[in-house]
C-alpha cells in the first residue's frame, strides 16, 4: 500500500501547475501543452515503425532540411494550442508566419516553441526534444508580432520536454526550475524534483567543435583553456541543444553556440531556443550569455529579437565556466 501512497503524494505536473501558479488559465494551456509532449514523446518513440523518419522534402523559414517528425510534431503543438482556448498568437520554428488564434478561440498567451528539437538526430534514434517560451500580451484587439518581439525578461514561462531514455518534462514559471518524469503506465508527468546546478559542477565543455576556425579568437582561445587544463574538462556534445542543456544545468559545465564567420549571429533561434533555455538556466542558478554581440557583452534574456526567426550567439551554463568564457572577452 506505501508504494501507491508514495506515488499519490508525489505531484502530477497539472497537479504541480494548479498548485505552482493558482493561474486557471495558464494551468488550462500547460494541460495542452502536456499533451501535446506525451503525442510528440509518442510519435518519436513510434518512428521508425510507423514510417516517421525521414525528410517531409521541404526547407523551413531558417533554411532548415524540415523531417516528417518536424512537420508532426508541429501540428501536434498548434492544434493542442489553438483548441486551448488560451492562447492570441503562436510562433514556431516550422511556421514562416505567426499564427493568430481566431478571435473565438483566442486567450491571454502568446507562446513560441521549437516542435522538435534536434530533429537531425531522428533517423539514429538520438534524443531530441520540444522547447517553449510563454509571454502574456499586453495589447488587446488584433494580435500582432509586436506581441512576440520581445526581450526575455517578458517570459511568464519556458520549458522543454526532452524525448530521451526517459520523457522528462522542465518547466519555470519565474520560482525555479522543476522536472517532471513521464510515468507511461498512468500517462503522467511525476514531479521528480526541483532542478538546479550542482553544488559541484562537473568540467564539462560542450560546443561543435567542427566549427572552431570559424570562430573569433576569444572563443578559440576558451576551448583550447579547457582542453588543456591543468585538468583537461570533458568533451560532451549531443547535436540537440534540450539534451546539451538539460546534462549542462544536471551536472554542470558549459554549453556554447558562439557567432562565427559564416553566421554573424550563431545558429540558435532567440525565441524558441535561446529565450527560454536562458530563463531555465538562470532560473536553475547559472549564466546565459550572449558573448560579443551588437558590440557588448549581455544576458541573453535582454536579447529583443528584430523577427521572430532571428538568432542569438550562447554561452550558457553554471557560473564558473561561463564567467571562464568572458573573462577572454573581457581582458580584451
Ligand atoms: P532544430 O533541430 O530544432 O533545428 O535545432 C537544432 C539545433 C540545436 O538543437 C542544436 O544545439 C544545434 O542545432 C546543433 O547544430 P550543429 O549541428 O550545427 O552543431
Ligand atoms: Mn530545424
Ligand atoms: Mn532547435
Ligand atoms: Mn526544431
Sequence with gaps: VEDVEAEV???TLSAFIISHTKDKEMTIMMNAMQ????????????????????????????GDDVKKLDVLSNDIMINALRNSGMCALLVSEEEEKPIIIPEELRGKYCLAFDPLDGSSNIDCNVSTGTIFSV???????????????????????????MYGSATDFV?????????????????????FGEMKFPAKNKTIYSCNEGNFTLWDDKIQKATEMFKAGPKPYSARYVGSMVS?????????????????KKSTKGKLRVLYEGLPMALLTEQAGGLANTGMFKGKLGRIMEVIPETIHDRCPII????RDVEKVLAFYKEG
Excluded: Q
Excluded at 514510417?51 to 517531409?56: A, D, F, T, V
Design 9 to 11: 503524494d508525489k505531484y
Design 35 to 62: 499533451l501535446a509532449c506525451k503525442l510528440i514523446a509518442r510519435a518519436v518513440r513510434k518512428a521508425g515503425v510507423a514510417n516517421l523518419y525521414g525528410l517531409h522534402g521541404s526547407a523551413n523559414a531558417s
Design 135 to 161: 509571454f502574456e500580451r499586453k495589447s488587446t484587439g488584433e494580435p500582432t508580432v509586436d506581441d512576440i518581439l520581445r526581450p526575455g525578461t517578458d517570459m511568464v514561462a519556458a520549458g522543454y520536454c
Design 171 to 191: 518547466v519555470t514559471f519565474g520560482n525555479g526550475v522543476h522536472r517532471f518524469t513521464l510515468d507511461d503506465s498512468v500517462g503522467e508527468f511525476i514531479h
Design 244 to 260: 546539451d542543456v538539460h546534462r549542462t544545468i544536471l551536472y554542470g559545465g558549459v554549453f556554447y553556440y558562439p557567432a562565427d
Design 316 to 319: 550558457m551554463g553554471c557560473e
